[in-house]
Every structure is written in structure tokens, then in C-alpha cells.
T-cell receptor, first 110, second 115 residues
Framework: GDSVTQMEGPVTLSEEAFLTINCTYTATGYPSLFWYVQYPGEGLQLLLKATKADDKGSNKGFEATYRKETTSFHLEKGSVQVSDSAVYFCAAFGNEKLTFGTGTRLTIIP | AAGVIQSPRHLIKEKRETATLKCYPIPRHDTVYWYQQGPGQDPQFLISFYEKMQSDKGSIPDRFSAQQFSDYHSELNMSSLELGDSALYFC??????????????FGPGTRLTVL
């Protein structure tokens, strides 16, 4: 089946730093790719998605580009804020299944 | 916009008791998914329903069962609860019969604690 591997955490950054959280996938076809965010004590919120190669998903200053050649969907943000502290999950939807990575805990310090 | 609703938000049960979790999908969504998220873990798929029929099954224990009703809400029934069942249970919904078939929207979850 499909699998998703994402950068192990936890990740701690200072406010206004540049963020990259790596995510790669293994799939037999061409899955749709997602980033979900989970704030403390809350459910999973869809952050952004991309459905085909070279698509770029973006939301709230976060971006990720679907790279078929490297089977990657890295999450980036140019300047993080304390309010971005959360757990971020990369996910792939293929063969009617949504497969999650293990999650990366991000902490932003003022 | 309306989101996925789950109830209760928190539930405390004793070992060997039963629990019922409810999920109300986004209006007009036709598919419901259940996930279990243990502490520090990623969500694990349990089961899904499309148009009130079970469409896929994941790592759901035999002690658990689920169904989707005519109004599209779903219930996850858990019996003979074990300590290891303590987790966050998410419901998600999607509209399969659309171009957004791949996008699942998650509810806030039900935190189940088994003592």
C-alpha cells in the first residue's frame, strides 16, 4: 500500500524563521497529497492540498509543491509565528485510502 | 460553513464497558470515515461508509462495529473496552461523488479514556 514518510520532530524554531518540513511518499499511482495541522487539543484541519504533479498548494502563508520526480511534498513557510505551533501531518490519498505520515511537532518560540 | 460534528467530545469508561461515538458529516457529504489516534501517533483508519454501506475496513477490532444511518450520520460502537482503546477517535467526511472525492474533512474528535 501507499506510505508517507515525514521529517521526524520535534522541530523548534524562533519566530520569523524559515520553516521546511520534509515529506515523501511511496505510491503505485499518483495520489493526491495533503498537509493537515493539529493544534493542541483540537482535531485535524486541512491546511493545503495538491492533486497532480507541479501543483502548488498554499494557505495561511504555507506552501507545498507536488514533485513527482522526487515523490515529495515538502511544507514551507517563509516566516513562522508562535501561533503556528502545532503538529503537522503529511498525507496521501490513493486507492481510496488516506495514509498519514507520523506527524511533526513544531514549536515556535518568541 | 458547517463542519463535521462529533459527540461526545470526551468520554470516560471503565474496562469491559461499552461506548458509542456519534458523527454528523458535513451536509450533503456521502462518505464517512473513522480513525483512531493514539497518543503521539498518526491517525489510523478504522472503517468507512459510502451511501450507508460499508466501503472499506482498516484495522478495526472485532469488538468495534459501526454503521451509517439514513440521515448519513454514523455511530461507532465499541464493546468490551480495554485500556488500549484509550485514544482520540476522529470522524471525517467527504463527497465522493464529486471532483473533490479525495478530500476528507475531519471533526474535532472524541477523546475516549478507559480506566
Amino acid at each position: 500500500g501507499d506510505s508517507v514518510t515525514q521529517m521526524e520532530g520535534p522541530v523548534t524554531l524562533s519566530e520569523e524563521a524559515f520553516l521546511t518540513i520534509n515529506c515523501t511518499y511511496t505510491a503505485t499511482g499518483y495520489p493526491s497529497l495533503f498537509w493537515y495541522v493539529q493544534y493542541p487539543g483540537e482535531g485535524l484541519q486541512l491546511l493545503l492540498k495538491a492533486t497532480k504533479a507541479d501543483d502548488k498548494g498554499s494557505n495561511k502563508g504555507f506552501e507545498a509543491t507536488y514533485r513527482k520526480e522526487t515523490t515529495s511534498f515538502h511544507l514551507e513557510k517563509g516566516s513562522v509565528q508562535v501561533s503556528d505551533s502545532a503538529v503537522y501531518f503529511c498525507a496521501a490519498f490513493g486507492n481510496e485510502k488516506l495514509t498519514f505520515g507520523t506527524g511533526t511537532r513544531l514549536t515556535i518560540i518568541p | 460553513a458547517a463542519g463535521v460534528i462529533q459527540s461526545p467530545r470526551h468520554l470516560i469508561k471503565e474496562k469491559r464497558e461499552t461506548a458509542t461515538l456519534k458523527c454528523y458529516p458535513i451536509p450533503r457529504h456521502d462518505t464517512v470515515y473513522w480513525y483512531q489516534q493514539g497518543p503521539g501517533q498518526d491517525p489510523q483508519f478504522l472503517i468507512s461508509f459510502y451511501e450507508k454501506m460499508q466501503s472499506d475496513k482498516g484495522s478495526i477490532p472485532d469488538r468495534f462495529s459501526a454503521q451509517q444511518f439514513s440521515d448519513y450520520h454514523s455511530e461507532l460502537n465499541m464493546s468490551s473496552l480495554e485500556l488500549g482503546d484509550s485514544a482520540l477517535y476522529f470522524c471525517a467526511s467527504s463527497l465522493v461523488t464529486s471532483s473533490y472525492t479525495d478530500t476528507q474533512y475531519f471533526g474535532p474528535g472524541t477523546r475516549l479514556t478507559v480506566l
